[in-house]
Nanobody, 117 residues
Framework: QVQLVESGGGLVEPGGSLRLSCAASGSIFRPYVMGWYRQPPGKQRELVATITSGGNTNYADSVKGRFTISRDNAKNTVYLQMNSLKPEDTAVYYC???????????WGQGTQVTVSS
């Protein structure tokens, strides 16, 4: 089992910044991938960004150049630095953890990000 604890969501004005954190604990075996998905109001969950334990990253086109994902392997923690936020970034952001050997992953409880003036 893996437990994920997210933090860092909130309300921010357009153009502002937020930093999300997700700490994993439990059966953490490398290699793995961690990252963030989001679910805007009334829409399906979508990929935001992922990073492997080896440091390979992947971003949705809509966030490239504005969001940066990073990780601290010693702390089993992944971060999402979100800059130049737009109203369309408003969503519940979910952390995900998946070991390469597994076909399914673990989800965090979600954290609300609201971009509004």
């Amino acid at each position: 089992q893996v437990q994920l604890v997210e933090s860092g969501g909130g309300l921010v004005e357009p153009g502002g910044s937020l930093r999300l954190s997700c700490a994993a604990s439990g059966s953490i075996f490398r290699p793995y991938v961690m990252g963030w998905y989001r679910q805007p109001p009334g829409k399906q969950r979508e990929l935001v960004a992922t990073i492997t334990s080896g440091g390979n990253t992947n971003y949705a086109d809509s966030v490239k150049g504005r969001f940066t994902i990073s990780r601290d392997n010693a702390k089993n923690t992944v971060y999402l630095q979100m800059n130049s936020l737009k109203p369309e970034d408003t969503a519940v952001y979910y952390c995900i953890f998946r070991r390469f050997a597994d076909t399914t992953g673990y989800w965090g409880q979600g954290t609300q990000v609201t971009v509004s003036s």
